[in-house]
């Protein structure tokens, strides 16, 4: 079941605002009655939605997951550098946006759709959408730093940073103990985390899952690599942070979205359509 004006939203080129006030006006009906309200629910399958006597009816949605490369723009088109929808073929091309955005040079889990609603909701700086990335920083790690990202910090924006989740790994596995350690240590005085912040438990499934050997292989000398869970998309986020912390971002690479973990197999440059329980798991807020 759908909310009305979503369902309309998502079937038309009308905004969710624009969508009121043709119910308002008294140009919908669903199944013949015209007493309907937005946020009445309605079955796409079975209900018969008319907008001035012509059916509305949902496309099929498409929603991709992309292993994004670095060296494309998470953009639609560009004159002089690669997008990543260069890198989509028919029958997808064309219709697609990303949702969000990633740096030139960051890597991993991008959302490619053509749904409007969907984007909405997963960048919604009221969502709170936890993002995850795989990171690897200049300098050995230092529990000050996951202090400073638990409580926010000033990285020259009007406000603070809201509390981040920061988990330093090592390629031994030693990073288990860390989140254990860090669950253990939590003492009721520190920062909540935002609604849509994800658990360390899952924030460690990623780690496990999804950043391979040869990520962590990149790791060079003198620098290290952590996990980083925030709820916002300010511009250059990560590097900002840490660059606040004295540190520098050599390579950095979303890992999850929510819950939606970047899949393992999917190789640099390549995308699939998200499975019906991918998409629930991010319909799921
Ligand atoms: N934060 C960054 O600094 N860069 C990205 O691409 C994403 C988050």
């Avoid at 949702?99 to 609603?117: A, H, I, P, Q």
């Avoid at 910090?153 to 809201?162: F, K, N, S, V, Y």
């Avoid at 989140?179 to 935002?194: G, N, R, S, V, W």
């Avoid at 819950?259 to 629930?280: F, I, N």
Wanted: charged share 30%; aromatic share 6%.
């Amino acid at each position: 079941m759908l909310r009305l004006d979503r369902f309309l939203a998502e079937g038309t080129a009308w905004s969710r605002s624009e969508v009121k006030k043709l119910i308002r006006a008294g140009r919908v009906s669903v199944n013949g009655r015209c007493d309907v309200k937005p946020e009445m629910k309605i079955d796409p399958a079975s209900d018969c939605v008319l907008v001035d006597s012509v059916r509305v009816e949902l496309q099929g949605r498409i929603c991709l997951m992309m292993n994004k490369p670095a060296g494309v723009l998470s953009a639609t088109q560009d004159r002089m550098d690669r997008t990543v929808i260069d890198l989509v073929n028919e029958p997808y091309a064309g219709r697609l946006f990303p949702v969000g955005r990633l740096d030139k040079d960051t890597e991993g889990l991008l959302l490619l759709t053509d749904d409007g609603n969907l984007s909405h909701d997963l960048l919604s700086p009221s969502k709170h959408v936890s993002k995850t990335y795989f990171v690897i920083i200049t300098g050995a790690p230092d529990e000050t730093i996951v202090t400073r990202f638990r409580q926010g910090m000033d990285i020259g924006e009007r406000r603070r940073t809201l509390p981040a989740q920061l988990v330093f790994l090592s390629v031994d596995g030693d990073f288990l103990a860390d989140l254990k350690q860090q669950e253990e240590t939590e003492t009721p005085d520190a920062p909540q985390m935002p609604a849509g912040m994800i658990s360390l438990q899952k924030m460690q499934e990623f780690c496990i899952r999804s950043i391979a050997l040869t990520d962590y292989d990149r790791c060079a000398e003198n620098e290290c690599c952590a996990a980083v869970s925030v709820t916002e998309g300010k511009y250059h986020q990560i590097k900002r942070m840490f660059q606040s912390c004295g540190r520098e971002v050599r390579f950095l690479k979303r890992i999850g979205m929510g819950e939606l973990m970047l899949d393992p197999e999917l190789e640099s440059g390549t995308y699939r359509p998200l499975t019906p329980e991918e998409l629930a798991l991010l319909e799921k807020r």
